[in-house]
């Protein structure tokens, strides 16, 4: 079992970040010791690594909630994660192209800025 330190430190998250998302519901199987402390099983980071991916893909925390709670339904459900997680696909894939042609930008400008610097020599 790991102490919300230790699974914040594994999930490279907050603490508070984590806390957060237990208080959320996001986290299935974080059980509480004599202390009523959060630990966490290797499943349940597990779930943690996923919530993580998640949000870094910009999922808002609701629809989250949504994908973990029909998880937790079972299979009867594949087929909504699977449509939940395809639409996720879909705007990560456009944030990528985005990302992807703000670096060019950033790479032409530096390209533009060298020639100039090294014009001067």
């Given at each position: ?20 998302y ?38 808002p ?18 087929e ?20 992807e ?21």
């Amino acid at each position: 079992m790991f102490t919300v330190k230790q699974a914040a430190e594994k999930a490279g998250i907050s603490e508070h970040t984590l806390r957060y998302y237990t208080d959320q519901g996001l986290i299935p199987g974080v059980a509480r010791d004599e202390n009523n402390k959060r630990l966490f099983s290797e499943e349940s980071l597990g779930y943690l690594h996923l919530v993580v991916c998640l949000r870094g893909c910009g999922m808002p925390i609701g629809d989250i909630k949504r994908f973990m709670t029909l998880n937790l339904a079972g299979d009867d459900t594949l087929e909504d994660r699977y449509q939940i997680l395809l639409e996720q696909e879909e705007r990560a894939t456009a944030q990528l192209r985005e990302a992807e042609e703000r670096l060019a930008m950033l790479r032409r400008k530096l390209g533009h800025y060298r020639e100039r610097i090294e014009g001067k020599k």
